[in-house]
Protein backbone atom coordinates (compact mmCIF):
# COMPACT_ATOMS: atom_id res chain seq x y z
CA UNK A 1 0.00 0.00 0.00
CA UNK A 2 1.48 3.30 -0.74
CA UNK A 3 0.23 6.97 -1.77
CA UNK A 4 2.11 9.90 -2.52
CA UNK A 5 1.63 13.49 -3.81
CA UNK A 6 3.68 15.64 -6.01
CA UNK A 7 2.76 18.69 -7.62
CA UNK A 8 -0.05 18.47 -9.71
CA UNK A 9 -0.77 14.29 -9.46
CA UNK A 10 -1.93 12.48 -6.45
CA UNK A 11 -0.73 8.66 -6.84
CA UNK A 12 -3.34 6.20 -4.97
CA UNK A 13 -2.76 2.55 -5.01
CA UNK A 14 -6.03 0.97 -5.16
CA UNK A 15 -6.86 -2.23 -3.65
CA UNK A 16 -9.18 -4.71 -5.92
CA UNK A 17 -9.79 -7.98 -4.15
CA UNK A 18 -10.71 -9.67 -7.52
CA UNK A 19 -8.36 -12.25 -8.87
CA UNK A 20 -10.25 -11.85 -12.19
CA UNK A 21 -8.10 -10.74 -14.55
CA UNK A 22 -8.48 -12.06 -18.45
CA UNK A 23 -4.53 -11.19 -19.37
CA UNK A 24 -1.86 -11.41 -18.41
CA UNK A 25 -1.68 -10.52 -14.29
CA UNK A 26 -0.32 -6.87 -13.39
CA UNK A 27 3.23 -6.33 -12.43
CA UNK A 28 1.65 -4.23 -9.27
CA UNK A 29 2.30 -6.02 -6.04
CA UNK A 30 -0.27 -8.44 -5.47
CA UNK A 31 -0.30 -10.08 -1.32
CA UNK A 32 -2.71 -12.05 0.27
CA UNK A 33 -4.95 -11.51 2.92
CA UNK A 34 -6.63 -14.33 4.32
CA UNK A 35 -8.48 -16.28 1.22
CA UNK A 36 -8.67 -13.08 -0.96
CA UNK A 37 -6.25 -12.49 -3.14
CA UNK A 38 -5.37 -8.47 -3.10
CA UNK A 39 -3.88 -6.60 -6.71
CA UNK A 40 -2.79 -3.23 -6.38
CA UNK A 41 -3.13 -0.70 -9.42
CA UNK A 42 -1.79 2.33 -9.14
CA UNK A 43 -4.32 5.30 -10.21
CA UNK A 44 -2.63 8.54 -11.06
CA UNK A 45 -4.78 11.67 -10.01
CA UNK A 46 -4.37 14.54 -12.09
CA UNK A 47 -6.47 18.12 -12.59
CA UNK A 48 -5.45 20.81 -14.78
CA UNK A 49 -3.40 20.37 -17.63
CA UNK A 50 -1.73 23.66 -19.48
CA UNK A 51 -3.35 27.20 -19.33
CA UNK A 52 -3.64 29.86 -16.87
CA UNK A 53 -0.77 29.54 -14.17
CA UNK A 54 -2.02 29.72 -10.67
CA UNK A 55 -1.14 29.82 -7.06
CA UNK A 56 -2.76 26.15 -6.42
CA UNK A 57 -0.78 22.70 -6.77
CA UNK A 58 -2.80 20.99 -9.18
CA UNK A 59 -1.84 22.22 -12.12
CA UNK A 60 0.66 20.38 -14.68
CA UNK A 61 2.19 22.04 -17.88
CA UNK A 62 1.63 20.36 -20.84
CA UNK A 63 5.27 19.85 -21.99
CA UNK A 64 5.62 18.09 -18.43
CA UNK A 65 2.43 15.80 -18.91
CA UNK A 66 3.48 14.52 -22.21
CA UNK A 67 6.85 13.83 -20.96
CA UNK A 68 5.62 11.95 -17.90
CA UNK A 69 2.95 10.05 -20.26
CA UNK A 70 5.52 9.17 -22.06
CA UNK A 71 7.94 7.91 -19.68
CA UNK A 72 5.03 5.56 -18.69
CA UNK A 73 4.40 4.67 -22.08
CA UNK A 74 7.72 3.90 -22.45
CA UNK A 75 8.23 1.77 -19.70
CA UNK A 76 5.59 -0.12 -20.78
CA UNK A 77 2.62 0.53 -19.09
CA UNK A 78 -0.64 0.94 -20.58
CA UNK A 79 -4.21 2.38 -18.95
CA UNK A 80 -7.13 0.78 -17.80
CA UNK A 81 -10.75 1.62 -18.54
CA UNK A 82 -12.64 2.73 -15.31
CA UNK A 83 -14.79 -0.58 -16.07
CA UNK A 84 -11.77 -3.10 -16.23
CA UNK A 85 -9.96 -1.23 -13.44
CA UNK A 86 -12.80 -1.39 -10.89
CA UNK A 87 -13.40 -5.48 -12.24
CA UNK A 88 -10.06 -6.53 -11.81
CA UNK A 89 -9.89 -7.45 -15.03
CA UNK A 90 -7.27 -5.93 -18.17
CA UNK A 91 -8.15 -6.25 -21.66
CA UNK A 92 -3.91 -5.59 -22.49
CA UNK A 93 -1.31 -8.17 -22.47
CA UNK A 94 0.91 -5.61 -20.84
CA UNK A 95 1.83 -6.51 -17.20
CA UNK A 96 2.06 -3.14 -16.24
CA UNK A 97 -1.15 -1.64 -16.24
CA UNK A 98 -2.68 1.51 -14.04
CA UNK A 99 -5.75 4.29 -14.32
CA UNK A 100 -5.46 7.32 -15.18
CA UNK A 101 -7.82 10.41 -13.63
CA UNK A 102 -8.61 13.77 -13.96
CA UNK A 103 -10.98 15.86 -11.68
CA UNK A 104 -13.38 18.39 -12.51
CA UNK A 105 -13.18 18.08 -16.40
CA UNK A 106 -11.47 21.34 -17.23
CA UNK A 107 -11.49 22.68 -20.96
CA UNK A 108 -7.80 22.68 -21.44
CA UNK A 109 -7.80 18.73 -21.22
CA UNK A 110 -9.37 18.81 -24.53
CA UNK A 111 -6.25 20.88 -25.55
CA UNK A 112 -3.35 19.65 -24.05
CA UNK A 113 -4.13 16.35 -22.07
CA UNK A 114 -6.77 14.04 -24.69
CA UNK A 115 -4.67 14.68 -28.03
CA UNK A 116 -1.40 13.64 -26.21
CA UNK A 117 -2.70 10.49 -24.30
CA UNK A 118 -4.30 9.99 -27.93
CA UNK A 119 -1.10 9.77 -29.30
CA UNK A 120 -0.07 7.37 -27.41
CA UNK A 121 -3.12 4.96 -27.01
CA UNK A 122 -3.59 6.19 -23.61
CA UNK A 123 -7.04 7.05 -22.72
CA UNK A 124 -8.67 8.40 -19.40
CA UNK A 125 -11.48 8.63 -16.85
CA UNK A 126 -12.63 12.45 -16.34
CA UNK A 127 -14.78 13.15 -13.11
CA UNK A 128 -17.11 15.57 -14.37
CA UNK A 129 -19.36 18.15 -12.15
CA UNK A 130 -22.35 18.07 -14.46
CA UNK A 131 -23.68 21.36 -13.45
CA UNK A 132 -20.62 23.15 -14.60
CA UNK A 133 -20.06 21.37 -18.06
CA UNK A 134 -19.55 23.92 -20.83
CA UNK A 135 -19.22 26.63 -17.93
CA UNK A 136 -16.91 28.57 -16.00
CA UNK A 137 -16.37 27.74 -12.36
CA UNK A 138 -15.96 30.57 -9.15
CA UNK A 139 -13.71 28.55 -7.02
CA UNK A 140 -10.22 29.11 -8.82
CA UNK A 141 -10.31 32.77 -9.39
CA UNK A 142 -8.62 33.03 -5.82
CA UNK A 143 -5.68 30.80 -7.29
CA UNK A 144 -5.77 31.97 -10.92
CA UNK A 145 -7.69 35.38 -11.02
CA UNK A 146 -9.89 34.62 -13.20
CA UNK A 147 -12.90 31.98 -14.11
CA UNK A 148 -11.59 28.42 -15.23
CA UNK A 149 -13.70 26.76 -18.45
CA UNK A 150 -14.99 23.21 -17.75
CA UNK A 151 -15.24 21.08 -21.24
CA UNK A 152 -18.21 21.48 -23.07
CA UNK A 153 -21.05 18.44 -23.96
CA UNK A 154 -19.94 18.14 -27.52
CA UNK A 155 -15.99 17.72 -26.41
CA UNK A 156 -17.57 14.96 -23.75
CA UNK A 157 -18.78 13.19 -26.48
CA UNK A 158 -16.27 13.47 -29.21
CA UNK A 159 -13.72 11.96 -26.37
CA UNK A 160 -16.13 10.00 -25.32
CA UNK A 161 -16.36 8.50 -28.90
CA UNK A 162 -12.29 8.28 -28.87
CA UNK A 163 -12.50 5.78 -25.89
CA UNK A 164 -12.33 8.56 -23.51
CA UNK A 165 -14.61 7.73 -20.33
CA UNK A 166 -16.68 10.30 -18.19
CA UNK A 167 -17.72 9.69 -14.66
CA UNK A 168 -19.06 11.57 -11.79
CA UNK A 169 -17.46 14.58 -9.32
CA UNK A 170 -21.02 15.58 -8.11
CA UNK A 171 -23.18 17.81 -9.15
CA UNK A 172 -21.80 21.03 -7.86
CA UNK A 173 -18.54 20.79 -6.68
CA UNK A 174 -19.47 20.93 -3.03
CA UNK A 175 -17.67 19.25 -0.15
CA UNK A 176 -19.55 15.88 0.06
CA UNK A 177 -18.14 15.00 3.69
CA UNK A 178 -20.12 18.14 5.14
CA UNK A 179 -23.03 17.03 3.94
CA UNK A 180 -25.66 15.28 5.06
CA UNK A 181 -26.78 12.25 3.92
CA UNK A 182 -29.69 13.65 2.10
CA UNK A 183 -27.51 16.16 0.45
CA UNK A 184 -25.00 14.25 -0.56
CA UNK A 185 -28.18 11.33 -2.23
CA UNK A 186 -28.78 14.60 -4.19
CA UNK A 187 -25.86 15.06 -5.49
CA UNK A 188 -24.83 12.24 -6.75
CA UNK A 189 -28.12 11.09 -8.03
CA UNK A 190 -28.60 14.13 -9.74
CA UNK A 191 -25.35 14.17 -11.67
CA UNK A 192 -25.49 10.16 -12.71
CA UNK A 193 -29.20 11.39 -13.98
CA UNK A 194 -27.42 13.78 -15.90
CA UNK A 195 -24.35 12.21 -16.97
CA UNK A 196 -26.72 9.18 -18.16
CA UNK A 197 -28.87 10.87 -19.73
CA UNK A 198 -26.24 12.53 -21.88
CA UNK A 199 -23.48 9.65 -22.05
CA UNK A 200 -25.82 6.52 -21.94
CA UNK A 201 -26.23 4.20 -19.10
CA UNK A 202 -22.97 3.06 -18.44
CA UNK A 203 -22.08 6.55 -17.19
CA UNK A 204 -21.85 6.74 -13.31
CA UNK A 205 -22.95 2.72 -13.34
CA UNK A 206 -22.47 1.26 -10.03
CA UNK A 207 -19.00 -1.01 -10.09
CA UNK A 208 -20.02 -5.00 -9.38
CA UNK A 209 -16.39 -4.96 -7.20
CA UNK A 210 -15.93 -3.20 -3.76
CA UNK A 211 -12.82 -0.76 -4.33
CA UNK A 212 -10.82 -0.87 -1.00
CA UNK A 213 -8.81 2.42 -0.98
CA UNK A 214 -5.68 2.07 0.54
CA UNK A 215 -5.26 5.86 1.76
CA UNK A 216 -7.87 7.65 3.90
CA UNK A 217 -9.40 9.81 1.70
CA UNK A 218 -12.73 10.95 3.17
CA UNK A 219 -14.16 10.26 6.30
CA UNK A 220 -16.74 7.50 7.52
CA UNK A 221 -18.97 9.89 7.55
CA UNK A 222 -18.93 9.97 3.98
CA UNK A 223 -23.16 9.35 3.88
CA UNK A 224 -22.41 4.99 2.65
CA UNK A 225 -26.16 4.91 2.62
CA UNK A 226 -26.55 7.79 -0.08
CA UNK A 227 -23.27 6.02 -2.15
CA UNK A 228 -25.28 2.97 -2.40
CA UNK A 229 -28.63 4.62 -3.47
CA UNK A 230 -26.76 7.07 -5.87
CA UNK A 231 -24.78 3.82 -7.30
CA UNK A 232 -21.92 6.45 -8.68
CA UNK A 233 -18.81 4.53 -9.27
ZN1 LIG B 1 -12.74 18.75 -7.68
Do not use: K
Amino acid sequence: MSSHTVRGIIGVSMTVPSPRRQGVPPLASQSRHGDVRVVSIPVLCYHRIGGPLELGVTRVGRSVFARQMTALARGGWRTLSLRDFADGQTPHAARRTFLLTFDDGYASLAEHAYPVLADLGFTATTFLITDYVGRTNTWDVRYTWSRLAHLSWAEVEHWQARGFEFASHGATHRRLTWLDDAAVAAELQGSRGVLTARLGPDAGRRSRTRLAPSTTVSSATLGRRAMRSASVV
